[in-house]
């Protein structure tokens, strides 16, 4: 075992470091995709529907990020958004190239890279990574970092009242029902401001970092929000992720496709007492 340790504590710092290669990589092609936005790079095709599309430069920059990974660690299975399952080994990566695609394609400056990687079942690492401001937000053994500086954040505010929450809900492709109408309505009139800036993985890592106390997601997948979720218990965030039941969900590498249901909170912020708190357990979101 004490021989093992320091292999595995090598092998930890060689997947961090292959990690921020990867993400900088997928984000220099993404950003010079941005700025030099041209038919080519933004032509899209619809997925779930035309409110769900995948851009040329969303695979190029899953494209950059895996070649990265397995040029140096080539025994890793890799769940990209654009490609799905690839690989083989005990080290996992879970990737989206492009988390807030429509707003890359409509020219709007907020999307990011997002890079969790695992190894045998245990983090070792998130990364989320805006190239557009060049701020790379990172979870490693414990130490939340923002380009490389740590951070301690620090409860701006603890009830809704005095806070903004971040939600991409209610969510495009299905018209709403009235009581989705009627929890969202809640929600405008219990919290200071309710923002939909169009990247779960930000509306994460800026939770982690203090710049919102709450942020509340039920349409996403494994990519949106595997990093993300790191970057919470970096920050020794809230983490509320529910099951399509409403059953309480420890949200682990295996688990996080089952997470239909999601809330992070900043540690100091009052969520028992939250608005948000009541509508989760009524099952009204």
Known sequence: MTINQPILRDLHETIVSVAREAALAAGAVARKGFIEASPENLQTEQKAGFFDIVTACDKAAEAAACDIIWSRLPQSRILGEESGWQGEGETTWIIDPIDGTSNFASGLPFFCVSIAAYHAG????GIVYDPMREELFMANAGRLTLNGDI???????????????????????????????EAYA???????????????????????????????????SAWDIAA??????????????????GQRIEPSEQALGAVKRLVVAQAGFDYQSSCLSKLMADGKL
Do not use: M, W
Request: glycine share 6%; with cysteine.
């Open 122 to 125: 245990e983090p070792v690492c």
């Open 151 to 181: 951070v301690s954040p620090f409860s701006r505010a603890s009830s809704d009242r005095h806070v903004e929450l971040l939600s991409n809900a209610p969510y495009e492709g299905e018209r709403p029902d009235l009581a989705a109408l």
């Open 186 to 220: 809640d929600l405008v009139t219990s919290f200071r401001a309710v923002r939909r800036l169009g990247s779960c993985a930000l509306h994460l890592a800026y939770v982690a970092v203090g710049r919102v106390a709450i942020a509340y997601e039920s349409k996403f």
């Open 228 to 245: 993300g979720l790191q970057l919470v218990a970096a920050a020794s965030g809230q983490i509320i992720a529910q099951g399509a039941n």
